[in-house]
């Protein structure tokens, strides 16, 4: 017992590097931006503690609300709703196309769904940047309008979260969801079968096996 316990104990030694890390990089810059906060300091010279006049004056300025709520929008554009959009799309490629259409038919469609993942980030913004151009671009070109997508403020934000819905960002979610539709299986039963007697009958000592077939299921 105490020569397992002793050797669970060096496994925290692997976790010292990464745990070093962590509070250089993400504890230690925190908690000095926390006391920052409560001061008034402009990056040179020495701060001066001036208490929570710096919140007071956040949560009165009406840009910080414009921004919170634009913050929100965002994190429901790509976070929330691909995440959801990703689950369906798994589930609708394995539950309804793989058995409609065969599984080379969801195997193509999937491929082609994650394609836009393999491409940076800047590339995708250039190609969106070019469709959504308001002289030349291939958005107003197919749709005969004149906007600026990108340029507008009454349109910029809810271009930006319509990008990502149909952009890669909910590539990821359905890329993982994907090994759990195709591997997860309906459960099953095991109906045992008969045992003849040793020596006296034909059939012998025979193995349960289990009724009920396997097939590939999601949510």
């Given at each position: 017992m105490s020569v397992r316990t002793g050797s669970r104990r060096g496994y925290w030694l692997y976790l010292v590097p990464s745990l070093l890390l962590f509070l250089a990089v993400i504890v230690v810059p925190f908690v000095m931006n926390?006391?920052?906060?409560?001061?008034?300091?402009?990056?040179?010279?020495?701060p001066r503690w001036i208490g929570l006049d710096n919140y007071t004056r956040l949560l009165a300025d009406e840009r910080f609300w414009e921004s919170f709520q634009h913050n929100v929008g965002l994190i429901v554009a790509m976070a929330i709703v691909p995440t959801a959009i990703g689950l369906v799309l798994a589930a609708a490629l394995f539950d309804y196309i793989g058995r409609r259409f065969g599984a080379r038919t969801a195997s193509a469609l999937r491929a082609m769904y994650y394609l836009p993942q393999v491409l940076p980030v800047a590339v995708a913004g250039v190609v969106w940047g070019w469709m959504l151009h308001p002289s030349y671009g291939a958005v107003n070109q197919i749709l005969g309008l004149d906007l600026d997508w990108l340029g507008d403020p009454d349109l910029a934000l809810a271009t930006v979260m319509g990008g990502s819905w149909c952009g890669s960002s909910s590539a990821i979610p359905s890329s993982s969801s994907w090994p759990g539709c195709s591997g997860?299986?309906?459960?099953?039963?095991?109906?045992?079968?008969?045992?003849?007697?040793?020596?006296?009958?034909?059939?012998?000592?025979s193995r349960s096996r289990r009724s009920g077939?396997?097939?590939?299921?999601?949510?």
């Open positions: 926390v006391g920052a906060s409560f001061t008034r300091w402009s990056g040179v010279g020495t997860w299986t309906r459960p099953t039963t095991r109906r045992p079968r008969s045992t003849g007697p040793r020596g006296g009958g034909s059939s012998g000592t077939r396997r097939s590939s299921w999601c949510c």
